[in-house]
Each structure stands twice: as structure tokens, then as C-alpha cells.
């Protein structure tokens, strides 16, 4: 499956963005969804999961209560909508897919397909 992300950009702390991530080439219904983001100088990092019909959601502490994820199977499209964004939350977001279920689900090596990614920038 081939996955593009998009939605990325510059804003300032306090601010929305909701990234986007569109699938194309396999069955997206047989995937869970997960984003993921990577700091400068820092190791890759989950940020949050969606089952495969999106009866299960999943976030790390860091982005719970200000983030959501959700999917429209229909559009073969996963969403992030990020509220209240903080400057350390500044990263290059990746989309993920993958046959993965819980607890394997938070982990990177859950994930089979990766998108190319996406550059969130928030100023303070």
C-alpha cells in the first residue's frame, strides 16, 4: 500500500493543523493506522492508532486530550487532528499502516507501509 501524507506547515503554539493521510494500492479496510513523528536529534515516537474500522483509538500521553485520530474507509484517508499544539510537538509526522493490533499497535514494528511524511513546525 502506498501511503501520502499531507497537512503539515507552519503554526504558532496554541494553534490547529489536521494532517491528512491518503491510501492507495491495497485493501485499506485490512489495515490499522497509526502516526507516528520523529524530532531533530530525537528517535521516532507514536503519537496515535486507529483500528481497522475505527472502533478502537489509541494516543500517546504526550498528544492525549489535544489530538485525534479517525479514518474514512470509504475515502481510504486516516486524519490527525491536532489542537492546542505545543512547540515540542514539533516533528516530521509519519502515517502507518499495518495489520498490527493492540498492544503491538503503539510500536513502529507493528506497521508494515510507511508514508513519506510531513513537517509540523510550531512556533512559540
Known amino acids: 500500500v502506498q501511503l501520502q501524507a499531507s497537512g503539515g506547515g507552519l503554526v504558532q503554539a496554541g494553534g490547529s493543523l489536521r494532517l491528512s493521510c491518503a491510501a492507495s494500492?491495497?485493501?485499506?479496510?485490512?489495515?490499522?493506522m497509526g502516526w507516528f513523528r520523529q524530532a531533530p536529534g530525537k528517535e521516532r515516537e507514536f503519537g496515535a492508532a486507529i483500528s481497522w474500522n475505527g472502533g478502537g483509538t489509541y494516543y500517546a500521553d504526550s498528544v492525549k486530550g489535544r489530538f485525534t485520530i479517525s479514518r474514512d474507509n470509504v475515502k481510504n484517508t486516516v486524519y490527525l487532528q491536532m489542537n492546542s499544539l505545543k512547540p515540542e510537538d514539533t516533528a516530521v509526522y509519519y502515517c502507518a499502516a499495518g495489520g498490527a493490533k493492540m498492544p503491538t499497535m503503539i510500536h513502529a514494528y507493528g506497521y508494515d507501509y510507511w508514508g513519506q511524511g510531513t513537517l509540523v513546525t510550531v512556533s512559540s
Open positions: 494500492g491495497r485493501t485499506f479496510i485490512n489495515y490499522a
